[in-house]
């Protein structure tokens, strides 16, 4: 199946080499561009994209206020990509803001091109951009600045023993294979208990369950 993406970056030179990396893959398929957040918002309603490369920082609209409107859009509007976030180190706040929102995951701009292919094609399969240690440091830090919970949600008593532990070690980073080997368990049985876990949290992706994670208290920013 061909991975339909758009790429939203007020840059042009960015969204020309962004695009023509991507549309040498033969899997995936660059349906349109725009230079802000409120033309990448009708350029998605247009297209229909599995994926948006989303920037932080543009004019007109920004990348978080144009992630709320497509993943969280009015009556009427059923389609719903998932947004991958390009970022740097200095807007971290901001792209934790952008994860609440409902962001698949993000990826630092100057990353490898390998690198790019790879998260779109894990975002495109449904899964969160959240293995890689630099994101999982970074998600912490956004959690160190914020107070922490010193009582767990109501919302974990939920989840089974064995769901419980399947969360905290997705907020941990590890991959589901890495939960399977670490658990014991089939991956497939692994993937069963996250989609538990969303269904009864009302959670989007994997991106959101290490957000829950860390702000219920079952996780505390700096722990091993």
Do not use: W
Request: hydrophobic content about 45%; aromatic content about 4%.
């Amino acid at each position: 199946m061909t991975i339909r993406v758009i790429i939203v970056d007020d840059q042009t030179m960015v969204r020309a080499g962004f695009a023509a990396l991507l549309a040498a893959q033969s899997d995936i398929d660059v349906v349109g561009e725009a230079p802000d957040g409120r033309q990448g918002v009708e350029v998605s309603r247009s297209t229909h994209p599995d994926v948006v490369l989303m920037d932080v920082r543009m004019p007109e609209m920004d990348g978080l206020a144009a992630t709320r409107e497509l993943l969280d859009p009015p009556p009427g509007v059923v389609h719903r990509p998932k947004v991958l976030m390009l970022t740097t180190f200095d807007v971290d706040d901001y792209v934790y803001a952008a994860l609440q929102a409902g962001a698949s995951g993000f990826l630092l701009k100057d990353a490898p091109p390998t690198d790019l292919i790879a998260a779109v094609r894990v975002v495109a399969a449904g899964e969160a951009l959240l293995a890689p240690t630099v994101t999982k440091r970074l998600i912490e830090d956004f959690t160190r600045t914020r107070p922490v919970r010193r009582d767990r949600s109501p919302h974990l008593k939920s989840l089974t023993p064995r769901e419980l532990e399947v969360l905290e070690l997705i907020a941990r980073g590890l991959s589901n294979q890495e939960i399977a080997q670490k658990l014991v368990l089939a991956e497939q049985t692994v993937k069963t208990h996250i989609g538990r876990v969303l269904a009864k949290l009302g959670l989007r992706d994997r991106a959101q369950v290490v957000i829950f994670a860390y702000e219920s208290g079952l996780v505390t920013p700096g722990e091993q």
